[in-house]
């Protein structure tokens, strides 16, 4: 199966972390939205959308590049880093997810995890999540990669 992860990672490397746990279990090549082939993405069988949580949102270079890409087909998955909790009517995920499934995509599932974060008022005390994502963070993100991998999981659960 080819798979392909469009992360961006900017603070601290968290969300590379992650994507390269998932790329382990999935063969899969990691790239930046700069770096990402377009004509490679058509071809995969799955490709991952990934990146930190701003505000609330996912890094907009993402977004942005979701949103140039052509009408698509196929597989998809998306997930994020974040130092505060999702809530759960209203996943970090959601926008990209939709945005996605406009543009012909079914994504599969949706992943995120807590990770070191130092925004203005966490710089102060040092930063909150110190030692996120950590060693189950990581196990985590590459058994959400296996079920990918296996079709196995509900089309709709968050991790």
């Avoid at 490679?40 to 701003?54: I, Q």
Wanted: charged share 25%.
């Amino acid at each position: 199966m080819k798979t392909v992860i469009v992360c961006v990672s900017v603070s601290h490397g968290n969300t590379r972390r992650v994507a390269d746990s998932m790329a382990q279990v999935l063969g899969a090549e990691v790239v930046s939205p700069e770096q990402a082939d377009l004509a490679e993405l058509a071809d995969a069988d799955l490709v991952g959308f990934g990146s930190g949580v701003f505000h609330g949102r996912l890094h907009p270079g993402l977004t942005d590049f979701v949103k140039t890409l052509p009408a698509g087909r196929g597989r998809a998955f998306v997930f994020a880093t974040s130092g505060l909790p999702e809530i759960p009517p209203a996943p970090f995920t959601r926008p990209l997810v939709r945005i996605l499934e406009g543009k012909g995509f079914q994504v599969e599932e949706s992943f995120s995890c807590r990770a070191f974060d130092t925004w203005a008022p966490f710089k102060l005390v040092g930063g909150i999540n110190k030692q996120r994502p950590n060693a189950g963070d990581l196990a985590a993100a590459r058994a959400f990669a296996a079920r990918l991998r296996d079709g196995r999981g509900d089309p709709r659960l968050e991790y």
